[in-house]
Nanobody, 124 residues
Framework: QVQLVESGGGPVQAGGSLKLSCAVS????????LGWFRQTPGNQRELVAV????????NYTDSVKGRFTISRDNIKKTVYLQMNSLKPEDTAVYYC?????????????????WGPGTQVTVSS
């Protein structure tokens, strides 16, 4: 059973920064693309950033491009999301997950059961 533990969220003022971490308890980590998702009440989870298994290819949803940076540490089995210039519309619960084995920075179907997520609240 793979466990995901997201951390690093909290309250922040608009324009501020946060760095999220997601520790993954699994024996196999480096072969999967990894992503960060976010969800607000009443809405579906949105994929905001993905990093390919090699760590050099990334993709972002348009609303976070230039502000968020995803990275990974395959030794520590952790994926990160550096969030800068935060906006109130970034307020959400943030989750990490993986996609099926492959070389691309994409996730069509999340691979693992969801973790508890970490709440990010951006005030104006």
């Amino acid at each position: 059973q793979v466990q995901l533990v997201e951390s690093g969220g909290g309250p922040v003022q608009a324009g501020g920064s946060l760095k999220l971490s997601c520790a993954v308890s699994t024996t196999i980590f480096s072969i999967y693309p990894l992503g960060w998702f976010r969800q607000t009440p009443g809405n579906q989870r949105e994929l905001v950033a993905v990093i390919a298994r090699g760590g050099t290819i990334t993709n972002y949803t348009d609303s976070v491009k230039g502000r968020f940076t995803i990275s990974r540490d395959n030794i520590k089995k952790t994926v990160y999301l550096q969030m800068n210039s935060l906006k109130p519309e970034d307020t959400a619960v943030y989750y990490c997950n993986a996609g099926d084995y492959g070389d691309s920075a994409s996730i069509s179907t999340p691979l693992w059961d969801w973790g508890p997520g970490t709440q990010v609240t951006v005030s104006s």
